[in-house]
């Protein structure tokens, strides 16, 4: 189970973090992402870190330098640090999990999703 939180309405410009709090599988083990949907656009990957081999990090161009993902094993929660954002930010967040994911960006190859959390610039 992921279950995401933070999201909020903020100032262009401003910072905003979100967190995902999982539970129920070996969270140490799986590869996590962010993806954000838009109203009337695709889900899309915001970023993804990986702890087997690594603490590999994964972004999209439009929010590198930006956004930060890292995660706590100990806590089981992955976070999102957002800075410097802008209206095109807006969007639902969703956490994902998963164990052989593909390509990061891919949403196919997530196995559980939190319902999402609603980040409004």
């Known amino acids: 189970q992921l279950v995401e939180s933070g999201g909020d309405l903020v100032q262009p410009g401003g910072s905003l973090s979100v967190s995902c709090a999982a539970s129920?599988?070996?969270?140490?083990?799986?590869?996590m992402a962010w993806f954000r949907q838009a109203p009337g656009k695709e889900r899309e990957g915001v970023a993804a870190?990986?702890?087997?081999?690594?603490?590999?990090?994964y972004y999209d161009p439009s929010v590198k330098g930006r956004f930060t993902i890292s995660r706590d094993v100990d806590k089981n929660t992955v976070y999102l640090q957002m800075n410097n954002l802008k209206p095109e930010d807006t969007a639902m967040y969703y956490c994902?999990?998963?164990?052989?994911?593909?390509?990061?960006?891919?949403?196919?190859?997530?196995?559980?999703w939190g319902q999402g959390t609603q980040g409004t610039v």
């Open positions: 870190i990986r702890t087997t081999g690594g603490m590999n990090t």
């Open positions: 994902a999990a998963g164990q052989y994911v593909g390509a990061w960006y891919n949403p196919r190859g997530y196995e559980d």
């Open positions: 129920g599988f070996t969270f140490s083990s799986y590869y």
